[in-house]
């Protein structure tokens, strides 16, 4: 960002920070908050208690470190005024909620739930922690919404190592499908307008986050395993790579799942009614995407109105890119990564507070460039 697109967005970042600025107990930490936002998004090469408390000025990280770790404020309910201010901005009633995972890659045994785990950002097994993330995703733009960091096994059986990092003892283990489904059903609480769900294979194939999905009555398209996932038919039961790889060449169709950073992606599609539905106008569908270079093949188990056309289906499974951009974005833009904590309270400060600077960041965005795009009256 440039130091004049800074000057003209702070009084937006000013709005934010008000709105959870009554979260805070006391003017210092309520001060810091700003002030730690306003680093996270400065332009730093690095984004640590040091950089941060030097770019407001201060002496030393301790003002920092007690804002993340000890400091009196409400983490959760800031977490619900971002989620808020999103949706306030970029809902629409068409938008999608997308589950995600990322690592953030550690040294040493102590961070809270640190191990040496499968990574999605290495692409590896890694000595990493692992967030569970909710995004929200609108033609108006996409952000954070609500995270959880996954404790192994490993963790909540050593209740003393989750003492020394600061994890409460009523914290005990959830899968990561657990988190997704408790941070659906906020969303869901708190209305968050949204059309369809949509994630990857890990959570996909899940038949019991999906069958929660269905109670809910809410529209989903979810990726699932080829080899691992069987679906009902009307004929009886089947693995989904046996059902597409029985479909004729004219059910394919090409169709784009939306724009890519070299253009449209385009691929083949098709899709076979998998259930008969169970609720009056509802439909329930296995989907495939094929490659146009290599032909390598996705699967998509989808739920929802039974009018819903193919190229619906296909831009729904085409928006779960957004999440890896919000990612990739509140990383590189919001130090969503870049932390120096290894207790279990003061990651979720940190994480907060990024996911609401990376919201200002996408939110002030849109603002400027709908008013660049605005109609000129005279």
């Known amino acids: 960002m440039t130091s004049i697109e800074f000057d003209q967005w702070s009084s937006e970042l000013d709005r934010l920070h008000a709105r959870f600025a009554d979260r805070f ?20 090469d690095r984004k640590n208690g040091w950089t941060l408390a030097e770019q407001a000025g201060d002496l030393s ?49 102590k961070s809270a739930g640190v191990a040496r785990q499968y990574s999605g950002t290495a692409g590896r097994i890694e000595n990493c922690q692992v967030g569970v993330f909710l995004a929200y995703r609108s033609t108006r733009g996409h952000a954070l919404i609500d995270r959880q960091l996954y404790l192994p096994a490993a963790w909540t059986d050593d209740r003393d190592r989750c003492r020394a990092a600061g994890i409460p003892d009523e914290v005990g283990f959830a899968t990561k499908i657990e988190m997704a489904r408790q941070m659906l059903q906020r969303a869901f609480t708190a209305g968050v307008a949204a059309a369809w769900v949509t994630m990857d294979e890990a959570y996909g194939q899940s038949k019991a986050l999906r069958v929660w999905l269905e109670e809910h009555d809410q529209p989903h398209v979810v990726a699932t395993r080829c080899n691992d996932d069987v679906v009902t038919t009307s004929m009886g039961r089947a693995r989904v790579d046996e059902l597409i790889a029985s479909l004729p060449g004219r059910a394919w169709s090409r169709i784009s799942a939306g724009p890519g950073a070299h253009g449209p992606r385009e691929y083949w599609w098709a899709r076979i009614p998998i259930r008969i539905c169970w609720r009056p106008g509802r439909g329930h569908w296995l989907l495939a995407r094929r490659s146009m270079n290599t032909g390598e093949l996705a699967y998509y188990v989808c739920y929802g109105p039974r009018k819903t056309r193919l190229m619906d289906l296909a831009r729904i499974a085409g928006t779960r890119w ?7 974005q509140a990383k590189g833009q919001a130090g969503l990564d870049e932390y ?12 907060t507070l990024s996911m609401a600077a990376y919201a200002w960041l996408v939110v002030a965005r849109t603002q400027t460039a709908q008013q660049q795009t605005a109609p000129v009256t005279t």
Request: hydrophobic share 40%; net charge negative; with cysteine.
């Open 25 to 44: 107990t006391r003017a210092e930490p309520r001060r810091r908050a700003r002030q730690y936002l306003s680093g996270l998004v400065a332009g730093l």
């Open 340 to 351: 120096q904590v290894r207790d279990w309270r003061a990651w979720y400060a940190h994480i």
């Open 61 to 109: 990280p301790d003002g920092m470190q007690r804002l993340l770790r000890w400091a009196d404020w409400d983490i959760d309910a800031v977490r619900d005024e971002v989620r808020d201010y999103v949706i306030e901005h970029l809902g629409d009633p068409n938008g999608v909620l997308i589950i995600d995972d990322t690592g953030f890659l550690k040294k040493g045994v």
């Open 322 to 328: 957004a999440v890896e951009e919000c990612f990739q």
